[in-house]
């Protein structure tokens, strides 16, 4: 049936912004020769795009950290603090605090598997636990 369309506005901002990333995510992938894989899951659509074709990429979570160990995991609320930050030394910061966070959780994860598998190396067995002293 015809007749104005309440949600149209949405959907075309929603159908303009999707074009857009996956436009940039294509010239990242076809100007700069960067791997890019992008997922938008919507409740009207989900639509992925890969710029590799052909292999297995990207590599799954569980094999990610050890192929690229220095990974930046930028999240949502992430992305929120840096637009509300005018000054870009304090962008600088805001980043160099998620390359830190990012490493911490990776050795807090590393330290959850060795205990749920004795039986690995300690990597952390230079660090001395103060909190028995």
Same mark, same amino acid.
């Given at each position: ?8 506005? #949405? &959907?075309? /901002?929603? $159908?303009?912004? !999707?074009?857009? =990333?996956?436009?940039?995510? *294509?010239? @990242?992938?076809? @100007?700069? $020769?960067? &791997? ?14 890969? /710029?590799?074709?052909?292999? $297995?990429?990207?590599? !799954? ?8 160990? %220095?990974?930046?995991?930028?999240? +949502?609320?992430?992305?929120? &603090?840096?637009? #509300?930050?005018? %000054? ?5 910061? =805001? =980043? #160099? ?6 490493? =911490? ?9 060795? &205990? $749920? ?6 990597? +952390?067995?230079?660090? *001395? %636990? *103060?909190?028995?002293?």
């Amino acid at each position: 049936m015809g007749g104005p369309d309440p949600d149209g506005a #949405e &959907r075309r /901002s929603f $159908q303009k912004r !999707s074009r857009t =990333l996956l436009g940039k995510a *294509h010239d @990242l992938a076809a @100007l700069r $020769q960067a &791997r890019v894989y992008v997922v938008i899951d919507h409740p009207r659509a989900t639509v992925v795009y890969n /710029s590799v074709e052909g292999i $297995q990429w990207p590599p !799954s979570d569980e094999n990610f950290e050890s192929r690229y160990p %220095d990974v930046h995991r930028l999240s +949502f609320t992430d992305m929120e &603090r840096a637009r #509300e930050i005018p %000054d870009t030394e304090e962008l600088m910061c =805001l =980043l #160099e605090y998620c390359k830190f966070r990012s490493k =911490l959780l990776k050795g807090i994860n590393r330290r959850v598997k060795k &205990r $749920q598998n004795p039986s690995a190396p300690d990597t +952390f067995s230079h660090i *001395h %636990d *103060h909190s028995n002293d």
